[in-house]
């Protein structure tokens, strides 16, 4: 059983930046795809990007260019690094951990809490 512990979020303005940390339990962290999905109220739970050891990251097409997935295998912690934050990337941001690269929750074992990000205008 991987648990996966979310950290991070807060009120940003549009333009600004922050960083997501998920820190997991498992000893055997670096086998797993660590990716990262938010949702939206009254939306569906999306992919925003995915980080396997030996792979490169993958990112959803609305954060291409803004947001960066890095992880530190020796500290099981996979972080999600957002500059230039839109108001439109408001959502409660999860962490989850699985042994395929996956870009739907579906492929996922594992999942943290949440955190919140909220982006004014």
């Known amino acids: 059983q991987v648990q996966l512990v979310e950290s991070g979020g807060g009120l940003v303005q549009a333009g600004g930046s922050l960083r997501l940390s998920c820190a997991a339990s498992?000893?055997?962290?670096?086998?797993?795809?660590m990716a990262w999905f938010r949702q939206a109220p009254g939306k569906e739970r999306e992919f925003v990007a995915v980080?396997?050891?030996?792979?490169?990251?993958v990112y959803a097409d609305p954060v291409k260019g803004r947001f960066t997935i890095s992880r530190d295998n020796a500290k099981n912690t996979v972080y999600l690094q957002m500059n230039s934050l839109k108001p439109e990337d408001t959502a409660v941001y999860y962490c989850?951990?699985?042994?395929?690269?996956?870009?739907?929750?579906?492929?996922?074992?594992?999942w943290g809490q949440g955190t919140q990000v909220t982006v004014s205008s």
């Open positions: 498992e000893r055997t962290f670096s086998i797993y795809a």
């Open positions: 980080i396997k050891w030996g792979n490169d990251p």
């Open positions: 989850a951990a699985g042994l395929l690269i996956r870009t739907t929750p579906g492929g996922y074992d594992y």
